[in-house]
């Protein structure tokens, strides 16, 4: 009996200590639903069901308007920009930071972050097609579809670093860098799926 008296309290603390994990855990994770454009997400949320209303389609949209206009990956030349995300999926723009014309990947998609610790936090970030296929975000998030609903990690919606006050890419920057205009999408491999996989290891499917 004493001994069993002895043992109750060290068991009592693991378990605490596992809830306190899964719990830091389950902050550390947020449901991510991709959307082509604003108009589907709103349709999506007028379905019975719906997991999304029209108000948080709106706010997650207007900030992955303005995380593009401030992170956007940008370039000197158009042909840079198709290099990393494919032919057709770039515009012309006025830098505002006395940088001339520069090229930016038009936006084909966004993400709606919702936090699953019951935070009430929303968030939102634009999708770039890739050239060799999928999604990214400014983040180097990579997506296998612009469509669909998973869990992925909260570093997902970190805000990325401003570029509008940067020097545009070049082509010559990723032929000696052996990497795309975000370093860390090298070693990144699509899995397929709408979240095929993540910078940080980890992947889903769709």
């Known amino acids: 009996m004493k001994r069993s008296r002895h043992f109750r309290p060290i068991t009592i603390g693991l378990i605490g200590a596992s809830a306190f994990a899964l ?111 999928g999604f990214t975000t400014p983040g180097g998030g990579i997506f296998g579809s612009n469509r669909g609903t998973s869990v992925v990690p909260s570093s997902t919606f970190n805000k990325p670093a401003p570029t509008f006050n940067k020097p545009p890419m070049s082509s010559k920057s990723f032929s000696s860098s052996g990497s795309s205009w975000n370093g860390s999408q090298s070693a990144v491999k699509s899995q397929g799926g709408f979240g095929s996989s993540f910078k940080g290891g980890s992947s889903f499917g769709g």
């Open 23 to 133: 719990a830091a855990c389950k902050q550390d994770e947020e449901q991510a639903t991709a959307f082509p454009d604003l108009k589907a997400c709103i349709a999506e949320s007028a379905k019975p069901g719906a997991t999304v209303t029209e108000d948080q389609c709106t706010s997650a949209y207007a900030q992955a308007v303005q995380t593009n206009q401030q992170s956007a990956p940008r370039y000197d030349a158009m042909a840079a920009c198709e290099e990393q995300h494919g032919a057709g999926n770039c515009q012309q723009a006025e830098s505002s930071s006395g940088f001339g014309s520069v090229f930016l990947p038009i936006v084909t998609g966004f993400l709606l972050g919702k936090m699953l610790s019951g935070g009430g936090g929303l968030f939102g970030q634009p999708m770039y097609n890739r050239a060799g296929g």
